[in-house]
């Protein structure tokens, strides 16, 4: 399933049902994020992150920008593949993120091919 829209990725529409995780304010961002403790973990709460205007759309993002993580991370090696939880990954470098929604799916066969 799609958004309303038909699209994935970058700009895709809320879902009905969604959970919105993040939409770009520094109140949600406090209220529903934690800093994934595993390998290489060097920054501490709160997080570091700034909230920023959004260079392409109005509003605010926020920017993963954060010097204590820089340096890499072994290839994500003990990250990436560890389940559970939505991992945002900057490494040092601006990435920035807004709209973040999840809607579990009732899929009949693994396909991800959008």
Not at 28 to 43: H, S
Request: hydrophobic fraction near 35%; avoid cysteine; charge should be negative.
């Amino acid at each position: 399933m799609l958004a309303d829209d038909g699209a994935a990725g970058v700009g895709a529409k809320l879902i009905p049902g969604a959970e919105v995780l993040f939409d770009g304010t520094r109140k949600m961002l406090d209220e529903k994020w934690v800093y994934w403790e595993g390998p290489g973990f060097k920054a501490s709460m709160p997080i570091q992150w700034k909230i920023v205007e959004d260079p392409v759309d109005p509003g605010t993002v926020v920017s993963t920008d954060d010097p204590a993580a820089a340096g890499g991370n072994n290839g994500g090696k003990g990250i990436t593949d560890t389940p559970g939880g939505l991992k945002l990954q900057a490494e040092g470098h601006d990435v920035r993120y807004r709209n973040i929604w999840i809607k579990e799916l009732d899929r009949k066969e693994p396909n991800t091919d959008f």
